[in-house]
């Protein structure tokens, strides 16, 4: 299974970006779709995911209200619509996936997840 993220760049605050995970190897119909991120000297912290067995959507809180997750079932692809972005939303972006579906209570933690992207570098100038 591979993951490969795209879509980041240099923007200005309060652009947008869309990012792009696509995933091959393996079609994933129920397995939860997430976005982490590692800003520099920081932990790696929860951006959004979405849990495909129902549809529910799951945000930080940072970026609730901003950023916007959803899917592509028939490309096995999922996407982040990032809106009003600011300098600190500058980080890696990494793309998630697992085997297998997911508790709602783990959704957002990285350990559960077994496959991830490369990352993708966005950066948003002040």
């Known amino acids: 299974v591979q993951l490969q993220a795209s879509g980041g760049g240099l923007v200005q605050a309060g652009g947008s970006l869309r990012l792009s995970c696509a995933a091959s190897?393996?079609?994933?119909?129920?397995?939860?779709m997430a976005w982490f991120r590692r800003a520099p000297g920081k932990e790696r912290e929860f951006v959004a995911a979405i849990d495909t067995w129902n549809g529910s959507t799951f945000y930080g809180d940072s970026v609730k209200g901003r950023f916007t997750i959803s899917r592509d079932k028939t490309k096995n692809a999922w996407y982040l619509e990032m809106n009003s972005l600011k300098p600190e939303d500058t980080a890696v972006y990494y793309c998630a996936t697992r085997n297998r579906r997911i508790v709602t209570s783990a959704i957002d933690r990285a350990g559960q997840y077994d496959y991830w992207g490369q990352g993708t570098q966005v950066t948003v100038s002040s």
């Open positions: 190897g393996r079609t994933f119909s129920s397995e939860p």
